[in-house]
């Protein structure tokens, strides 16, 4: 039986790897036209795929090293760390990129436990809003041209955000479901990106 | 406002024509890429350049055809298209 902790790990792994052909695509994009802005989109799914990569391994360890207590949480809380900045980084570029176009909180320390509440909190807060953007930005481009690969990528989008707005009102109340339920949304998303990968791929 | 097309969608558009007639001769590939004369000329000596296509001589005149070359590059511009089109770049 698959823990609930393995699946995040599975989860992480192949949502990487469908963020790193996303990425790939993206530079090969860049290479042919040199336009700028899927050299942005490259690294900003790059950063992404490396974020979740970074975290599954740390997962990985922790799970198969079983060590002590103190050591599991402040692995965890360098994981969602390493997590988080990537992702601020990431979605920054992609934001800059459509702007030049048209874990589980383990109980940890109360003073690291805040701290990382505040810094969890305010990096949410900074990915909700640069998601806001690219989703509204990727919506004013799917209502323009009303294609269903617009579509696809910005029901990925979408899914990127409400998974990160429940991520954000988890961090509040500690609350688990709404944790697993944002991680659920979010590899439903990179669904979306693999869909749209497909149809890429399969292009005549 | 109709936007400008890049030097690659021109390369493509007439890789593409010459695709669709299974070789093409200049007046097809000048309608359908809408292009002049002296512009068109340019691009198929660079297009030969590259080796993305071949010139045969017949007795009606030059006939262009894709070589393998230019079907894989066809083929990879067809899907950077569909990716572009995903994220609403226009190539």
Sequence with gaps: ?204 | MKQRRSKLRILADILGIIFEENGARVTQILYGANLSYDRLVKYLDELKAKELITEKRDDQGARYYLTKKGKDFLKEFKKIEKFAEAFGVQI
């Design chain 1, 1 to 204: 039986m698959i823990s609930v902790f393995q699946m995040i790990v599975i989860t992480d792994i192949i949502g990487a790897i469908i963020l790193f052909i996303t990425s790939y695509y993206s530079l090969k994009a860049y290479k042919k036209t040199t336009l700028k802005v899927f050299l942005f989109l490259s690294l900003g799914f790059i950063l992404l795929a490396a974020g979740r990569i970074s975290h599954s391994i740390i997962f990985m360890t922790i799970s198969y090293t079983k060590p002590v207590r103190l050591l599991i949480k402040a692995t965890s809380v360098t994981a969602s760390f390493i997590t988080l900045f990537s992702e601020v980084l990431a979605y920054s570029l992609i934001a800059i990129g459509y702007s030049r176009n048209n874990t589980k909180i383990l109980a940890v320390h109360p003073i690291i436990y805040i701290r990382q509440i505040f810094v969890q909190t305010i990096g949410e807060v900074i990915n909700i809003f640069l998601l806001l953007f690219i989703v509204f930005r990727s919506a004013t481009i799917y209502l323009t041209n009303k294609k269903r690969l617009t579509l696809t990528t910005l029901l990925a989008f979408i899914s990127l955000l409400v998974s990160h707005i429940l991520k954000f009102i988890s961090l509040f109340g500690m609350m688990e479901p709404l944790f697993l339920l944002s991680k659920f949304i979010y590899f439903i998303g990179l669904l979306f990106f693999l869909v749209m990968l497909l149809e890429v791929e399969t292009a005549k």
